[in-house]
């Protein structure tokens, strides 16, 4: 089985911090690890992938990511938020073992302060 | 087409009557997916297909739920005999094929039982 868990269901920070968000996984096999971000009233848009390669993962908007194994963590970050950064933000995990399909965590929504 | 095409974007119902969902996923995709989301929470796993095949539908609530993809392309969900708690956010995406490279989002149908 797969699991995805997020630390923090909200997350508040002032505009030009550093955004942190946090990931941790449970696969049996390697996974293949996904962000995503949900704007209001939109649809969910990919941010970023782990696919085995490079550890540390560059995304779209400035965002980051980095695969410890050791740790089955999968955090997101970016040095400096921008008002645009307020969404929703979902952390994905799929391996084959678990039947080739993505498992989402439960989201944590980010606000953005001035 | 350009992207995931979902229709209606919204839906009103009552309880018990039946409801259809459609899924227009990008051209030349093999996998689709649909996914429900409560509001507040994560996208959770439904069914998914390859192709006209459906490959898992470990994630269909009940036998009210049930759902084709006749040609390989557009994708029907079915609900029938409508209940409030079948209220959410129903998300369809595709990919190339698998869960690998992750998926493609629509915008969603927000389906609400009155």
């Known amino acids: 089985a797969q699991s995805v868990t997020q630390l923090g269901s909200h997350v508040s920070v002032s505009e030009g911090a550093l955004v942190l968000l946090r990931c941790n996984y449970s696969?049996?096999?390697?996974?293949?690890l996904f962000w995503y971000v949900q704007y209001p009233n939109q649809g969910l848009q990919l941010l970023l992938k782990y696919t085995s390669a490079a550890t540390l993962v560059k995304g779209i908007n400035g965002f980051e990511a980095e695969f410890k194994k050791s740790e089955t963590s999968f955090h997101l970050t970016k040095p400096s938020a921008h008002m645009s950064d307020a969404a929703e933000y979902f952390c994905?995990?799929?391996?084959?073992?678990?039947?080739?399909?993505?498992?989402f965590g439960g989201g944590t929504r980010v606000l953005v302060k001035p | 087409g350009a992207g995931v095409s979902q229709s209606p974007r919204y839906k009103v119902t009552k309880r018990g009557q039946d409801v259809a969902l459609r899924c227009d996923p990008i051209?030349?995709?093999?996998?689709l997916y649909w996914y429900r989301q409560a509001l507040g929470q994560g996208p959770e796993f439904l069914t998914y297909?390859?192709?006209?095949?459906?490959?898992?539908k470990s994630g269909l609530p009940n036998d009210r739920f049930s759902a084709e993809r006749p040609e390989g392309s557009i994708s029907t969900l079915t609900i029938q005999r409508t209940e409030q708690r079948d209220s959410a956010m129903y998300r369809c995406a595709s990919s190339p094929r698998g869960a690998d490279y992750g998926y493609t989002f629509g915008s969603g149908t927000r389906l609400t039982v009155v």
């Open positions: 051209s030349g995709h093999v996998s």
């Open positions: 994905a995990v799929n391996s084959w073992a678990a039947g080739n399909k993505l498992t």
């Open positions: 696969s049996s096999v390697p996974p293949y």
């Open positions: 297909f390859n192709y006209e095949a459906q490959q898992d």
